[in-house]
């Protein structure tokens, strides 16, 4: 990792160290994926700190907290869990995020669904005003994706099969993901609603209904603990 302070790796580093403090002792959490999340995943562990289990969302963070020797279970031994900790590919001012770039959006969805809070952790880069520069990922039945390819179409959008050493991408779940570009997203919610619906689709990106309660910005004068209005924690 640089050792510049400003860098993007020094600024995801911070937030990672912040995000500890919402970590209670003996507490069921929810971990995200992607190489913010790895640095939480690192100080987690090197912290000591003591949780009863930590479900996860990909098989790279489980892999990451296993060698480490942190406690993974299974999000059925968990009915809620205090906090759920994920980094973000874009968050805007209201907590709404695009997610999916680590292709691990699917059980990031299902498993923040089940946290009372959402902290999500990200660098400065990654705070937007309207989502949509980022290419939105939508994981999809590899038979439907030629149909969800043209609507998007409709919308403006150009989807693109994400690919891996020469063959579509495979996620966890077993299904293809398509990386849309070109869109403007100015209303998240009614946009993750109609995606949603669309036959074919397992999960589009936008994370609007499970939104951010919580963000820890790393800027280069140092983390900004952004609250979002509206956006009420589980009991
Ligand atoms: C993975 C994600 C990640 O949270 C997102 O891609 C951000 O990753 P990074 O922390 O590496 O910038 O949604 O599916």
């Known amino acids: 990792m640089s050792t510049n302070p400003l860098s993007q790796d020094a600024l995801k580093a911070?937030?990672?160290?912040?995000?500890?403090a919402f970590v209670p002792e003996g507490s069921y959490i929810g971990v995200g994926t992607g190489s913010t999340v790895n640095l939480f995943i690192d100080a987690l562990a090197a912290r000591g700190l003591s949780i009863k289990g930590a479900v996860s969302s990909s098989e790279a963070s489980t892999q990451r907290m296993q060698a480490l020797g942190l406690p993974v279970i299974d999000l059925g031994a968990v009915e809620r869990m205090t906090v759920y900790i994920d980094g973000a590919d874009e968050i805007d001012g209201h907590g709404c995020m695009i997610k999916g770039g680590g292709a691990a959006l699917t059980r990031e969805k299902i498993v923040a669904a089940q946290a009372k809070r959402f902290v999500?952790?990200?660098?400065?880069?990654?705070?937007?005003?309207?989502?949509?520069?980022f290419p939105?990922?939508?994981e999809v039945i590899p038979m439907a994706a030629p149909e969800i390819v043209r609507r998007f179409a409709i919308w403006g959008g150009k989807a693109e099969l994400r690919m891996h050493q020469g063959q579509p991408k495979v996620t966890d779940n077993g299904q293809h993901l398509l990386d849309v570009h070109g869109l403007e997203i100015r209303?998240?919610?009614n946009f993750?609603?109609?995606v949603s619906q669309w036959p074919g689709v397992v999960t589009v990106g936008v994370f609007a209904h499970q939104r951010a309660h919580v963000c820890l910005l790393g800027t280069p004068q140092g983390v900004q603990t952004l609250h979002y209005a509206g956006v009420a924690a589980m009991p």
């Open 136 to 138: 939105l990922p939508v």
């Open 14 to 20: 911070m937030v990672a160290e912040a995000a500890l």
């Open 120 to 133: 999500c952790i990200a660098d400065i880069s990654k705070r937007v005003e309207v989502l949509g520069s």
């Open 187 to 189: 209303d998240p919610l």
């Open 192 to 194: 993750e609603n109609q």
